[in-house]
């Protein structure tokens, strides 16, 4: 289930074409790091994983190249304030 989300992030929603199936995927196995005043999550190497052993191998893993670089910012109240695709790596503190 996704949470609410602001303002913001509603508009970033649909002006980056984000799916919900997305923003759960990052949520449920993604990685967190809290770079500046809120959550920062994304899917690393390890989310890839956790989401390969549930899907099955390689195959299902197919399914979701597209969401990869994808990244959510999640407040402390837990709403979504923006969702993007990384172009970066994710400094870790």
Same mark, same amino acid.
């Given at each position: 289930? $996704?949470?609410? @989300? ?9 002006? @980056? ?8 995927? !990052? =949520? ?8 500046? +005043?809120?959550? =920062? $999550? ?8 956790? !989401?390969?052993?549930?899907?099955? +191998? ?14 959510? $910012? ?5 709403? !979504?304030?923006?969702? +993007?695709?990384?172009? @970066?790596?994710?400094? @870790?503190?």
């Amino acid at each position: 289930m $996704v949470p609410d @989300r602001t303002a913001h992030a509603v508009k970033q929603h649909q002006g @980056r074409a984000t799916l919900s199936l997305r923003e759960s995927l !990052i =949520l449920d196995y993604g990685s967190r790091t809290r770079p500046r +005043g809120a959550d =920062l $999550v994304y899917l690393d190497k390890a989310a890839r994983k956790r !989401i390969r052993r549930e899907v099955g +191998g390689k195959r299902g893993m197919r399914v979701f190249d597209r969401y990869w670089n994808g990244y959510l $910012v999640v407040a402390d109240n837990g709403q !979504i304030v923006t969702t +993007g695709f990384r172009t @970066r790596r994710v400094k @870790r503190f």
